[in-house]
T-cell receptor
Framework: DAKTTQPPSMDCAEGRAANLPCNHS???????VYWYRQIHSQGPQYIIHGLKNNETNEMASLIITEDRKSSTLILPHATLRDTAVYYCIVRGTNQAGTALIFGKGTTLSVSS | GAVVSQHPSWVICKSGTSVKIECRSL??????MFWYRQFPKQSLMLMAT?????????EQGVEKDKFLINHASLTLSTLTVTSAHPEDSSFYIC??????????????FGEGSWLTVV
């Protein structure tokens, strides 16, 4: 799987949009970009994933650059409950049955 | 989303005893489940991959005789920590892959189980 690079920490004011970047410059054509988050002392929670096109669901939006070398997870209106570690993971179609490998992620702190 | 449940949420056991942690997929069948361990302030570390009806595949450095994994049905995998020692104290997390294996599948995680060995 391609490696990802994320900033170790970010701050965001409550009610504002949180934009979490992820660099995956070595991503190959068959690799998806997945985002999970882990709130303290809980298991990771699935947020969103995509291949080429931008994706949106009730939790967040995923913006993938045209060259697919980076992506941004957007939480449109951050709340205190969004404080968590956010993980960006790439995973190939040839590894559909394999586990997600976690890096260090970005610790997002939302404050009032 | 799909639900994965772990039990117990937390357990305290005496050094030298064994403890079992269950992972269940509640609303889907999972041919593949994964077990992770997480120490404080660290990321999740994959321990093993569990496939229904076959032996688990362990990551390098994980003792298969100490961490026994059984995936007897499509909705249940168990992790047994045998002869537990204080250094085994950790947060254990399972995840499950729904249905047939195909690209773009979403993997869902349990709530995690805290193990403290005293």
């Amino acid at each position: 799987d391609a490696k990802t690079t994320q900033p170790p920490s970010m701050d965001c004011a409550e009610g504002r949009a949180a934009n979490l970047p992820c660099n995956h410059s070595t991503i190959s054509g068959n690799e998806y970009v997945y985002w999970y988050r882990q709130i303290h002392s809980q298991g990771p929670q699935y947020i969103i994933h995509g291949l080429k096109n931008n994706e949106t669901n009730e939790m967040a939006s995923l913006i993938i650059t045209e060259d697919r070398k980076s992506s941004t997870l957007i939480l449109p209106h951050a709340t205190l409950r969004d404080t968590a570690v956010y993980y960006c993971i790439v995973r190939g179609t040839n590894q559909a049955g394999t586990a997600l490998i976690f890096g260090k992620g970005t610790t997002l702190s939302v404050s009032s | 989303g799909a639900v994965v449940s772990q039990h117990p949420s937390w357990v305290i056991c005496k050094s030298g005893t064994s403890v079992k942690i269950e992972c269940r997929s509640l609303d889907f069948q999972a041919t593949t489940m994964f077990w992770y361990r997480q120490f404080p302030k660290q990321s999740l570390m994959l321990m093993a991959t569990s496939n229904e009806g076959s032996k688990a595949t362990y990551e390098q450095g994980v003792e298969k005789d100490k961490f026994l994994i059984n995936h007897a049905s499509l909705t249940l995998s168990t992790l047994t920590v045998t002869s537990a020692h204080p250094e085994d104290s950790s947060f254990y997390i399972c995840s499950a892959l729904p249905g047939e294996v195909r690209s773009g599948n979403t993997i869902y995680f349990g709530e995690g189980s805290w193990l403290t060995v005293v």
